[in-house]
């Protein structure tokens, strides 16, 4: 569904990412982990069209995208949502959603109750109304992952959509990405929680100074070397063992 | 998208008022009040429509109101036409500016924004008082009265209702465009621009579309404006001032509300009549005082009413009657 081939994104003489080649089949959830600063939100900026790749290709559903817009990726079906939330803050979250759904639901009032289904879909029904800017941040992550789905997607890419929630706000969005996954939506998760991603992911991708060090099931890659220098270190090899 | 009724219920009763006047009043002096506090407000919601709504926060929209008074104004006094040809080409002409501004700006944001439209209109006013051989320069030039509607020599009575239509109308597009796609997607551009991207809206193609609508509504104005008042001063026609007060209107009354710019435009036009009344004898000490007034009105807007006087219309209802039930979509 999505290929990238020998993706390299340079800031001056800083490469964020290096040569990456990397395939996402169709229905897969791929986890993608890495210390910070190891290119994986440029990765994502450099797919949803954000930022344009030096070298190397991208690929979705067989379709060059390279260097487009990211509106145009978006109407693609390729949506990402931010690793810093990024809310219509003035506006309420029914209408924040709306916003995303109207992009494949042309009628205003169509939008609005998809909205409502996709609200609902993501536990955000009693909040429809209140403003963006007032919720507490486990909701803002949800809403940020609702809005993207409202785009209706056939690839989502979710960064850190788990960092910073409590422990209760992390079970429900890791139900909520199951429940995606499991209907047939393909995901790229970054994410930093690896209990989650363990659970989550059947195959994990390891970045690290802008580079592919591993990727595989994810007990080879917690057990991978360089991995576990890089990253994850002993300790963590420990605990799930 | 929240408080609707109530705030229809508002522009009704405001609507309403400004329609009945004119037939109880008939006081030249009053009707002069009531044009003007229409055609800002008016002027305020076209500059709404690109600040408000698509968060373009402009202040360069005198470029557009002084484009359309001037192309009213020189094809009547040059060549003879009538003023509303020169206010379908003054749209034209506006609509390719706003293009051209809007297209050049397009990476800006914030207040980038509003310093490159500050001098888009800059450039317009060197244009109008320096091409001496056809413009008259800073002398300015006088409109031509030939009563007539084609002619727009109007009584006051029929300017008012001129004025009250124009203004109508601009109202309903900005509820229009509220409830329309266009409107949410520009809202999203509004809030956040990489956000609304990547949502799958083309936020570049929409900012311009809506600075190209908003140019094409003031331009309309400032036919009006001019052949209201009868002259044309590039100096007043291109200024700051003028782009300020636009603006102003728009955040005293509720920035990014239909009703706003005309709420805004009632304070400040009145306002701005009755110190001109009270102190234009005064040495020119007082000259300037109106900008002092406007400075702390703004601040004190800001600081404590950041959705201005609509805002605090629906605090006031909410204080009364309660939080409103959900608003209808």
């Given at each position: 569904m999505l290929a990238l081939e020998r993706v390299t994104k340079r800031f001056g003489g800083l490469t964020a990412v290096r040569e990456v080649s990397l395939e996402v089949g169709a229905g897969e959830l791929l986890g993608i982990i890495g210390p910070n600063g190891a290119g994986k939100t440029t990765l994502f900026n450099v797919i949803a069209g954000a930022q344009r790749p030096e070298e190397g290709r991208v690929r979705f559903e067989g379709r060059d995208v390279t260097g487009l817009a990211p509106h145009a990726i978006c109407r693609l079906g390729l949506t990402r949502t931010f690793q810093i939330v990024k809310p219509f803050g003035n506006l309420s979250v029914l209408d924040n959603v709306t916003i995303g759904s109207l992009t494949k639901v042309p009628s205003v009032r169509a939008a609005r109750v998809d909205a409502e289904r996709v609200i609902d879909t993501c536990g955000l029904t009693p909040y429809a109304r209140a403003r963006a800017r007032a919720l507490p941040i486990g909701l803002r992550k949800r809403l940020e992952v609702a809005r993207a789905l409202a785009t209706r997607p056939r690839l989502l890419l979710l960064d850190e959509v788990m960092a910073g929630l409590n422990p209760g706000e992390l079970a429900g969005m890791v139900a909520l990405v199951r429940r995606l996954h499991e209907e047939g939506l393909t995901l790229i998760v970054i994410e930093h929680v690896m209990a989650a991603m363990m659970r989550l992911a059947r195959r994990i991708a390891v970045l690290h100074h802008g580079e592919l060090i591993a990727q595989g099931p994810p007990a080879q890659v917690a057990a991978d070397r360089r991995v576990i220098d890089a990253y994850l270190g002993e300790e963590f090899v420990l605990a799930e063992a | 998208m929240r408080l609707r009724l109530p705030r229809r219920r508002g522009a009704l009763a405001f609507f309403l008022a400004a329609a009945v006047a004119p037939l109880v009043v008939r006081d030249q002096f009053f009707l002069d009040g009531l044009i003007l506090v229409l055609l800002w407000g008016a002027l305020s919601s076209a500059w709404n429509v690109a600040a408000g709504y698509g968060g373009q926060v402009s202040l360069g929209h005198a470029a557009f109101f002084g484009i359309g008074a001037y192309a009213a104004a020189l094809l009547s006094a040059r060549f003879g036409q009538s003023p509303w040809l020169g206010m379908l080409l003054g749209v034209l002409l506006s609509i390719g500016a706003g293009l051209i501004i809007g297209y050049l700006s397009n990476r800006l944001r914030g207040p980038y924004f509003a310093l490159s439209t500050i001098a888009f209109s800059q450039v317009l006013l060197i244009v109008a008082?320096?091409?001496?051989?056809?413009?008259?320069?800073?002398?300015?030039?006088?409109?031509?009265?030939?009563?007539?509607?084609?002619?727009?020599?109007?009584?006051?009575?029929?300017?008012?209702?001129?004025?009250?239509?124009?203004?109508?109308?601009?109202?309903?597009?900005?509820?229009?465009?509220?409830?329309?796609?266009?409107?949410?997607?520009?809202?999203?551009?509004?809030?956040?621009?990489?956000?609304?991207?990547a949502l799958g809206i083309a936020s570049r193609r929409l900012k311009v579309l809506a600075i190209a609508v908003s140019a094409a509504l003031t331009s309309i104005c400032g036919t009006l404006w001019a052949q209201y008042v009868g002259f044309v001063d590039p100096f007043y026609v291109f200024s700051v001032d003028l782009s300020v007060r636009f603006a102003l209107m728009s955040i005293i009354g509720g920035i990014g509300t239909a009703l706003g710019p005309f709420l805004g435009s009632v304070l400040i036009t009145s306002l701005e009549t009755y110190l001109r009344a009270t102190f234009s004898g005064m040495k020119t000490g007082f000259a300037g005082i109106y900008l002092v007034i406007y400075g702390a009105m703004l601040v004190l807007v800001v600081r404590f009413l950041p959705e201005g006087l609509v805002g605090l219309a629906a605090r006031l209802r909410t204080r009364v009657t309660g939080p409103p039930a959900t608003a209808a979509p």
């Amino acid at each position: 569904m999505l290929a990238l081939e020998r993706v390299t994104k340079r800031f001056g003489g800083l490469t964020a990412v290096r040569e990456v080649s990397l395939e996402v089949g169709a229905g897969e959830l791929l986890g993608i982990i890495g210390p910070n600063g190891a290119g994986k939100t440029t990765l994502f900026n450099v797919i949803a069209g954000a930022q344009r790749p030096e070298e190397g290709r991208v690929r979705f559903e067989g379709r060059d995208v390279t260097g487009l817009a990211p509106h145009a990726i978006c109407r693609l079906g390729l949506t990402r949502t931010f690793q810093i939330v990024k809310p219509f803050g003035n506006l309420s979250v029914l209408d924040n959603v709306t916003i995303g759904s109207l992009t494949k639901v042309p009628s205003v009032r169509a939008a609005r109750v998809d909205a409502e289904r996709v609200i609902d879909t993501c536990g955000l029904t009693p909040y429809a109304r209140a403003r963006a800017r007032a919720l507490p941040i486990g909701l803002r992550k949800r809403l940020e992952v609702a809005r993207a789905l409202a785009t209706r997607p056939r690839l989502l890419l979710l960064d850190e959509v788990m960092a910073g929630l409590n422990p209760g706000e992390l079970a429900g969005m890791v139900a909520l990405v199951r429940r995606l996954h499991e209907e047939g939506l393909t995901l790229i998760v970054i994410e930093h929680v690896m209990a989650a991603m363990m659970r989550l992911a059947r195959r994990i991708a390891v970045l690290h100074h802008g580079e592919l060090i591993a990727q595989g099931p994810p007990a080879q890659v917690a057990a991978d070397r360089r991995v576990i220098d890089a990253y994850l270190g002993e300790e963590f090899v420990l605990a799930e063992a | 998208m929240r408080l609707r009724l109530p705030r229809r219920r508002g522009a009704l009763a405001f609507f309403l008022a400004a329609a009945v006047a004119p037939l109880v009043v008939r006081d030249q002096f009053f009707l002069d009040g009531l044009i003007l506090v229409l055609l800002w407000g008016a002027l305020s919601s076209a500059w709404n429509v690109a600040a408000g709504y698509g968060g373009q926060v402009s202040l360069g929209h005198a470029a557009f109101f002084g484009i359309g008074a001037y192309a009213a104004a020189l094809l009547s006094a040059r060549f003879g036409q009538s003023p509303w040809l020169g206010m379908l080409l003054g749209v034209l002409l506006s609509i390719g500016a706003g293009l051209i501004i809007g297209y050049l700006s397009n990476r800006l944001r914030g207040p980038y924004f509003a310093l490159s439209t500050i001098a888009f209109s800059q450039v317009l006013l060197i244009v109008a008082s320096r091409w001496r051989g056809f413009t008259a320069g800073s002398e300015g030039i006088p409109v031509p009265f030939r009563p007539g509607f084609a002619t727009l020599g109007l009584s006051h009575a029929a300017w008012a209702y001129l004025a009250l239509g124009v203004a109508v109308l601009y109202f309903a597009v900005q509820v229009v465009l509220e409830r329309s796609r266009l409107g949410y997607q520009l809202a999203g551009v509004r809030e956040d621009e990489d956000a609304a991207e990547a949502l799958g809206i083309a936020s570049r193609r929409l900012k311009v579309l809506a600075i190209a609508v908003s140019a094409a509504l003031t331009s309309i104005c400032g036919t009006l404006w001019a052949q209201y008042v009868g002259f044309v001063d590039p100096f007043y026609v291109f200024s700051v001032d003028l782009s300020v007060r636009f603006a102003l209107m728009s955040i005293i009354g509720g920035i990014g509300t239909a009703l706003g710019p005309f709420l805004g435009s009632v304070l400040i036009t009145s306002l701005e009549t009755y110190l001109r009344a009270t102190f234009s004898g005064m040495k020119t000490g007082f000259a300037g005082i109106y900008l002092v007034i406007y400075g702390a009105m703004l601040v004190l807007v800001v600081r404590f009413l950041p959705e201005g006087l609509v805002g605090l219309a629906a605090r006031l209802r909410t204080r009364v009657t309660g939080p409103p039930a959900t608003a209808a979509p």
